[in-house]
C-alpha cells in the first residue's frame, strides 16, 4: 500500500469500467483473475471510511453515476429493455422462481400451437446454455486453483446439462414438416447459430473464432464475453495458468 500498489480480482461475470476499455486485456479474461493494480481513489474510499472523502468523491465523480448521459449507451439500453420483477404474489416458489416474468416471456409470433412448442423448447435452451457455461467456468476455476473435487461436480452438472440439451432434439423430431411450414416464415431469418449464450459456451470450451464474435457488434450485450482464446496448460513448475492465444 505504501507503494500506491493493490491486488485486484477480475470475475467475467462482474461488470465494471474495464470493461469499457478493449485495450485492457484482464478484464476480457474468461476466468477470474488477481492481478496488482495501481490503486484508485474509489480503493482509498473503502479502506478508509472517512466522510469527508466519500463527500469528495462524490463531487468529482458523483455525476458518472446520476447522470445517464455519462453511461455509455450499450449499458443504457440494456437496463432500458431489462424485464422488470413484478410485485410479489405471495407464493413463495412463484416469486422465487419469477415464474410470473418467466412465462411473460413466451411471445410466439403466430398462434400456431406447433410454433409455441418450438418457441418454448429454444427458450429452455438458452436457460441450459447459461447453466452449461456456468458450470464449465466454475470448473475451470476449480482446475485452476487445483481443486479437481470440486471441479467434477461441476463436469457433472454440466454434462448432465448437456445431455438434456441433446434430448430438445427429441422433441423437435415430433414437429411434422407441415407444423414447421405453418409458422416457419415468422422466423424470418433468425436461426439458433444466433444464440450468443451458445457461442460464449463455445469460447469457453476452446473453440473461439474472430469471425464468430464479430456477428455480434452492434447488439448490445451479446457480444460473447470471449475475447480471446484461452488455453489451459499445466507445467512441471508452475500450477494451471491462463493466457490469451490470439484475439477475437
Known sequence: MREGLMVGQ???ACPEPAHWNPSFAVSRSPLPLVAIRHMAFHDILFLHA???LFA???KRFGIRYEDGGKVPQEFRTLYEGAPRLPAPTGNSYIDYQSVTLLHALHQPRTAHQAES???LAGQAKELLFSLVLEEVRAAQEGIAADDLGRSSWHVRR????FRLLGEFWELLSTLS?????SFRDALGDASGNGSYKYRELEFALGVAAPSTAA???GVPGSRPRCTGHCTMRVSTTTRWACW???GC
Not at 158 to 161: H, I, L, R, V
Request: net charge negative.
Open 117 to 119: 412448442s418450438f418457441y
Open 244 to 246: 490469451y492465444d490470439g
Open 215 to 217: 456477428t455480434y457488434e
Open 177 to 181: 414438416p407441415a407444423e414447421f411450414h
Open 50 to 52: 472517512d466522510p469527508v
Open 158 to 161: 454440466a454434462a448432465a446439462g
Open 56 to 58: 469528495e468523491y462524490r
Open 10 to 12: 477480475f470475475h467475467p
